[in-house]
């Protein structure tokens, strides 16, 4: 089974950057594509972005532009670049992994805070 263990959320003030990482260990064979989740207080989460095997990407329309997602070449470790973040970017940040079957495996979150 997948485990994932994300980091790198933190304080930030508006148009500042961060990078957040997730470290996936387990059974990561049988994963088909990555992304990474939003929850604001009292919202649902939403995708904010996912990267597939192939490399292909696909980004929610609030942040393309803004943000950035990349695996590295082992495909152990998913990132997100987040630059000219706004206050609306506040969220707890999920990592995700979905497999074949189209079953998810989640991590379990890294706070990001930005202030005006």
């Excluded at 508006?14 to 990482?21: E, F, I, R, V």
């Excluded at 994963?31 to 972005?49: C, D, H, I, K, T």
């Excluded at 532009?65 to 707890?92: C, H």
Aim: with cysteine.
């Amino acid at each position: 089974q997948v485990r994932l263990e994300e980091s790198g959320g933190g304080s930030v003030q508006s148009g500042g950057s961060l990078t957040l990482s997730c470290v996936a260990s387990g059974g990561i064979f049988s994963v088909s594509s990555m992304g990474w989740y939003r929850q604001a207080p009292g919202e649902r989460r939403e995708l904010v972005a996912r990267i597939y095997n192939g490399g292909s990407t696909h980004y929610a329309t609030s942040v393309e532009g803004r943000f950035t997602i990349s695996r590295d070449n082992t495909k152990t470790t998913l990132y997100l670049k987040m630059n000219n973040l706004k206050p609306e970017d506040t969220a707890v940040y999920y990592c995700n992994a979905r497999d074949s079957g189209f079953e998810d495996t989640w991590g379990r979150g890294t706070l990001v805070t930005v202030s005006t």
